[in-house]
């Protein structure tokens, strides 16, 4: 098997970590919010939308912790961002399935809404692929300029990401003057 090289383990670690601290920190300023987009995807019962909504952003915090003070030999906190991701990337792809492309993802990215979409689900299923090699790829000890890149190496993903992320948040019909935006429909609907 091919070694991946250390400093660029600790980079998908740091990027994923990021990316579940920054997800588990916007779910805690839009609480109720986050209910109703969790039953808008009907996928849960009603009944375990409250219940979730109130597990899930400390859960993805404890993740991203996990990531980066976790031993980079242990694939626990990688297994647990592979399964959860892989299960939000699985919500849309049924809903995106279902005609449902409408409905805001729940990503809580700052004031840009994202609706589903297919870029949304690749992401996720490339952040799953992230997680699955960190957790079984074997690593061993890093030297210091190793975690120093590493981390910076990941710091420069996350930016790379959120940029994407907030270009797929725009809504091009209304900058094209062809309909209005995505958000303006949802109450006519």
């Known amino acids: 098997m091919p070694q991946i090289p250390v400093d660029a383990l600790i980079a998908l670690r740091v990027l ?8 588990g920190a916007g779910k805690f300023g839009h609480r109720e919010e986050l209910e109703g987009v969790i039953a808008n995807y009907r996928v849960l019962p009603r009944a375990l939308a409250g219940p979730f909504s109130r597990v899930l952003g400390p859960l993805e915090i404890l993740i ?33 399935r279902r005609g449902r492309a409408h409905i805001d993802c729940g990503c809580f990215r700052g004031t840009l809404r994202q609706t589903l979409r297919v870029e949304l689900v690749l ?7 992230a ?12 030297s210091g300029w190793q975690l120093l890149n590493g981390a910076l190496g990941g710091i420069a993903l996350f930016v790379l990401l959120e940029g994407m992320n907030t270009l797929w948040a725009i809504d091009t019909r209304a900058l ?5 935006p995505a958000w303006a429909q949802r109450g006519q609907a």
Request: charged fraction near 5%; include cysteine; proline fraction near 5%.
């Open 131 to 142: 997680a699955a090699l960190c957790a079984f790829m074997p690593v061993s000890a890093p």
């Open 176 to 180: 094209l003057g062809r309909g209005q």
């Open 123 to 129: 992401r996720n299923l490339l952040l799953v692929a």
């Open 64 to 96: 991203g912790l996990a990531l980066l003070a976790g031993s980079l030999a242990s694939p626990l906190a990688e297994t647990a961002a592979a399964l959860l991701l892989g299960a939000f990337a699985l919500a849309m792809g049924i809903n995106l």
């Open 16 to 23: 994923l970590a990021l990316v579940f601290l920054v997800a």
